[in-house]
């Protein structure tokens, strides 16, 4: 532990983050949550992903790493060029946009003291440490709650601050075995599966923002700030997808929802099916069979008496093999206009070319280039949604380590010197 440094004051900071209207190429724009202020505490995918909407959103957000080492996402592929750099990650680069950057040793002092002056005027705190961390360090929300009543704390953790797992350390694949998605997903015959990549810590980022944002407008109404308790656990149990019905279901009849058998429970074509170029998928329903008659150019099949019992999967074989002929006469594209054009849904399955080029979304400008000072130009997933009248902007790269320690600390009366002996002594 080095020794308390003293610090200069809160309102040149204040100030600065009170500022007006954002200025986004000398043109002022107002964004929804232009006037939150926001310090992050969190790393790896869901606490960081939970701040990104939000800044997404226009909030003003400070994110404080570790001198030296950073966010771990730092060190998560893919990487530019594969290399394995700081400052080329993908993920931390998607993750962290529209946030400020600033290293904070917590387990100093100083680092201590200059976290909580930082928070004494923001309206939010996230957090993603195990539980009990940011206690032990002074951080927690009743003792930044003493000096700041409207703060709203949120605090991200496998299982919860509560409860008999608490303290149980887990990864995606624990979640995901917890939380009941695996036994939903996979092969009925075969293991239960996880979802791919990290989905489950995504969407407990998304869950985590949503609930920030109920606390926050609770204060902005009451002038009273709480605790937000977010379990990653618990976002898999409640999450709004099939097995919340199958949930239901068991807790109604005590019957389980089996996984489903591969290929759908009908003759009717469901899932991917191979083309010229590729795979389309295909889900339809039983009552669709003219339509999906037509669509193969044999209208005659539609009173076809072997086909009248659309659930008999003994004739889903012969389906499967008009359709599949069908396809491999087709390209990707020409498959789904044509089953489009005869009411049937039926897409391709894109590859990652695939989806950078596909008309839809350059129509729409989903993706965004970025100029990072390390990563140079780069193209990211923009905004999902369109906001009319404060459409949703890239404001700011990621930023590199430290990136941001001049501006913000500056701000708070920190000279040059000041940081240079800050920096010398390990604090940020």
Known sequence: ????????????????????????????????????????????????????????????????????????????????????????????????????????DLKTTSGQSLARTLAQEVDAVVESFRPGVMASLGLDYEAL??????LVYASISNFGQTGPYRDYKATEIVIAAMGWEMYSCGQPDREPLKPGATVLQFQGGLIAAVATMGALTYARRTGQGQYVDV????????????????????????EYTKRAVPGGMSIMPSGPYPCADGFVRFLTLPQWWPRLCEMLGQPQLASD????????????????????????????????????????????VNTAEDLLKDPQIQERGFFVEVEH???????????????????????RPAPTLGQHNAEVLGALGYGPDDLVRLRGLGVI
Request: charged fraction near 25%; glycine fraction near 8%.
């Open 305 to 348: 008496p072997r086909f009248a019992n659309r659930y008999n999967v003994e004739m889903k074989g012969e389906v499967d093999a008009l359709v599949m002929a069908w396809c491999m006469e087709r390209g990707k594209v020409k498959c789904a206009t044509e089953a489009q054009s005869h009411g049937i849904p039926c897409l391709p």
């Open 145 to 150: 709650g003493r000096d700041n009543p409207r």
């Open 1 to 104: 532990m080095v020794d308390e440094y003293p610090g200069f004051g809160w309102a040149p900071y204040s100030a600065m983050l009170r500022r007006g209207p954002l200025e986004l190429e000398g043109a002022p724009m107002e964004q929804p949550l232009s006037d939150l202020k926001i310090l992050d505490f969190t790393h790896a995918i869901a606490g960081p992903y939970c701040t990104k909407l939000l800044a997404d959103l226009g909030a003003e957000v400070v994110k404080i790493e570790r001198p030296g080492i950073g966010d771990p996402a730092r060190a998560m592929a893919p990487f530019l060029h594969d290399d394995p750099h700081p400052e080329k990650s993908g993920l931390f680069l998607h993750l962290n946009t529209n946030k400020r950057g600033v290293t904070l």
């Open 373 to 395: 000072p390390v990563m140079g130009k780069t193209k990211l997933p923009g905004a999902p949604y369109k906001l009319k009248q404060s459409p949703w902007a890239l404001r």
């Open 231 to 254: 379990s990653l656990m618990e976002t898999q149990a409640g999450t709004i997808d099939r097995r919340y019905q199958s949930l239901l279901r068991y807790q109604y009849s005590g």
